[in-house]
């Protein structure tokens, strides 16, 4: 039990040290300033990535748009969320423009009005964004070794639809 107990603590205190040295978010100049200073900058590799990741992106929703249409389904993007959502978290915000050629892809494929396909694919764009965010924030850790970890997935990456 003591190791356990020393973990938790070193735990804490990286979090304690993490929120020390990170800016506090005011407003949406302030959000961008705090995913640009935690995304340095950016290599033809990730760029690179990034196009694949909205590739896929592109890929998983219309696959998951044909299985609704053959089999019948409650929602479609839940996939594809959970891509945008796994780059954004695990790749940094370098991530975000690929994910936003993704999502703009299908829902010009979906059609309608030029200057709400661009709308509804900036909003989509920023649920992962968000989501991210807040699940650092709270001090998520992807191994979902904590049961508060499990809580904070479960409440800010399911519920960030509702949100945004």
Request: proline content about 4%; glycine content about 10%; cysteine-free.
């Amino acid at each position: 039990m003591k190791g356990t107990a020393k973990d938790a603590s070193s735990a804490a205190s990286a979090q304690a040290a993490d929120a020390a040295n990170t800016p506090q978010v005011k407003g949406l100049r302030g959000l961008m300033e705090r995913v640009i200073a935690e995304s340095g900058r950016p290599s033809l590799r990730s760029l690179g990535i990034s196009l694949i990741v909205g590739a896929l992106y592109y890929s998983v929703s219309r696959y998951s748009i044909h299985l609704q249409h053959v089999a019948g389904g409650v929602s479609v993007n839940w996939p594809a969320a959970g891509v945008a959502l796994a780059a954004v978290y695990l790749g940094g915000m370098w991530m975000v423009p690929g994910v936003y050629l993704g999502v703009l892809a299908v829902d010009l494929t979906m059609g309608g009005q030029p200057w709400a396909i661009v709308i509804t694919s900036f909003a989509s764009t920023l649920e992962p964004v968000l989501a991210t965010v807040l699940l650092r924030r709270v001090g998520f850790d992807r191994k979902l070794r904590r049961f508060s970890d499990v809580i904070a997935f479960v409440a800010i990456a399911v519920d960030r639809k509702s949100v945004v």
